[in-house]
């Protein structure tokens, strides 16, 4: 395993500051002084509860889960007193050596002057710490909850997809997609994609700003039409063109991001690719364990499964045939081998993916192999760029650095929940400046890039 170093990570990282929340201006320190302790307040609740419903009889349970509670909010005092981030302690998992090293090339830094993306990660991993060391708590999901109740809660947004699912699977049995005009089929194709991009808009760590309304808003097929205006950067065209359009039984990669909602309209779009035979495979990077809020794990996936074919599940759901007809359809992808469940513990390291080449080159051998690889969600996006202050009209190629001449497809289906942002026309970030405000725009998850990157291509042909 790579050994990180200062001068390693100075040839791998952009060449531009990274976010840091240390800057009052930045959405970084926003989040790190408003949202974080927000958050880890919520796994103590969390862990509170789960202890609560536990047997009294399980005492050895109880007694490590209050002390594991007691750990976590020693964690929001040291954050939110801007303590020093403590080294990680072992759990037998390989990416903690790396933490560590980062944090040596970081010189031991406090949580008010640190990179965003290395602290944000480092909090997550610290969380999970707790359990991969516990005894009875090591798969014991805090944000299960959360995730779980946001899915219940979008039983309308669900049935819709279903339906237009169920009709398009029927559509497309009565006349071959081959005859289909490229035209449609190209609109079809921009329909999905738009589905897959804006299903990330409903990210549960953003909830505390989010209404209830504004989610079901931006689930609603309405919505989905109105926001194509609010991408800002959209190379949808290029992917069409230069690879959809004649891909045959094809493989494509999904780097998963959030459960719940999002994750049932990436199926939507995955099983979409399948129908239409453009994909024969897809493979679905999910994280390892709890991840960002809401990010998603394998029981996760299982868990969307099983709440789809539960009659009770959703309580606001008319059309269950549509919900019924799907879950097969998708069983059956899955359990055919169609649909491949892949997890790799780089996704829940700190590390950009400027870094990936050298750093996971067997999970890089593995995106190689695909005709594209599609990185869902914020949280990709600023590793895929490094979290960097690049100038907005950067290009995406530029900006993800070593990954880009390395033989990988990259599209990223990103709405806009951080600072950083590229691949804009000259002009635009300030246009959009004046009118939104700075921060607005780039954070509120209203506005999304589709950006790509053809690394299959031969520049020199
Ligand atoms: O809004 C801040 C944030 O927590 C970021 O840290 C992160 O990039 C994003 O939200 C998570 O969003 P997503 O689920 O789209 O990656
Ligand atoms: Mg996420």
Redesign the pocket.
Known sequence: METITESLLRSLDPPHPKYNNGDTSS?AHK?ASE?WPIIITQVVDDLYRAVQNLDPSETPKIDEGKRIIESISKLKYDETHDRALEALQEDGRADIAQYNDELETLKHPTWFNVPWLFS?CYLYRRIYLHMSRSQHWKSYDYFFRSKDSSFKSSGKAVEELAVRYKNLVQDLEGHSYDKMADQAKKLLFEEMSQISLWG?AT?L??LTNLSYEDMQKLQGAEAIKASQKNVLANDIDAVWNGVMKDLRHGRVDIVL??AGFELFADLVFATYLLETQHCETIVLHPKDFAW?V??VTPRDVAHLFACMSDEDYFTDVRNREALQFMTERWMEHYSEGRIIIRPNAFWTTAHPYTRLPTLAPTLLATLQESDLVIFK????F?KLVGDAAWPTTTPFSTAIGDLAGKDVRVLAFR?C??DVCVGLPRGRAEQLDAEHGALTWR?NGKFAVVSFHDGKLRRDS
């Open positions: 959405f989040s949202r944000e990330n990210d760590s953003l991001d959030n960002f809401s990010d969600g914020d949280l990709n600023r709405t929940k951080a954070t």
